[in-house]
């Protein structure tokens, strides 16, 4: 999140990542790991998906797009994951609110989940978040969680409760997902020489359903991208 370098940074996205059977969804990211790493390997410049010769965790920023793009259809069948996405447009925020970069991400965490139960695109239910600990501020830990259910639960009623579990996202295969998703969207976004790969398999699964919105911001407005 920034509003100081929003010529090179001009989005910045979110990724939600919801798994019916997040044992399946788990097991089909050890899958597309063991079959494409080999591939995994050369794309790793950065060095941050390999350590020592061993892989460590996914992470979209090293994955090229015709990698993201096989990630994507390897993921998106058989109903294993379903996405939905917040779109921050970085140059039209206002207000002073990256002074505060994890009170801005839980604002608008906050405001992308009760628009998609408002939208009818989540169900009434209890939830549990997986964050990726990056996104917490020391002496931060429960404040998301009281947010959420004081907007959530208490004022709109949308969901039954919420609890929020911080992980090292090397030990979360699902944070791991998000974190590919949200980067291959912001390529999209972008167009550049990835968009190529991406963009056309993006567009193939919101069709089938797998990225069902994108809550831009701060226009604060849903955009259906596909049907469930």
């Known amino acids: 999140m920034t509003s100081e370098y929003t010529d090179h940074w001009p989005y910045f996205i979110i990724a939600i990542v919801t798994a019916p059977n997040k044992e399946r969804a788990k097991r089909a990211v050890k899958r597309f790991v063991s079959k494409n790493i080999d591939t995994l390997k050369s794309s790793d410049s950065a060095h941050k998906m390999f350590l020592d010769g061993n892989f460590h965790e996914l992470k979209g920023s090293c994955m090229s797009g015709n990698l993201q793009a096989g990630f994507i259809e390897y993921i998106c069948q058989r109903d294993t994951v379903k996405v939905f996405l917040a779109q921050v447009k970085n140059r039209q925020i206002r207000y002073g609110l990256y002074k505060n970069t994890a009170r801005a991400f839980n604002y608008i965490l906050g405001q992308t989940l009760a ?51 911080y992980y090292d996202s ?43 919105a994108v809550y831009q911001f701060p226009q604060k407005i849903i955009k259906i991208t596909g049907t469930s």
């Open 170 to 212: 090397a030990q979360n295969s699902l944070i791991q997902v998000a974190d590919v998703f949200s980067n291959a969207y912001y390529k999209h976004c972008m167009q550049g020489g990835s968009a190529e790969y991406i963009s056309p398999m993006l567009n193939a699964k919101a069709t089938e359903g797998y990225f069902p």
């Open 115 to 165: 628009n998609l139960f408002e939208s009818g695109l989540l169900p009434k239910d209890d939830y549990m978040l997986h964050i990726d600990e990056r996104n917490q501020k020391t002496g931060t830990t429960h404040s998301l969680e009281d947010y959420l259910n004081i907007q959530l639960c208490i004022d709109k009623e949308f969901a039954d409760s919420v609890i929020v579990k």
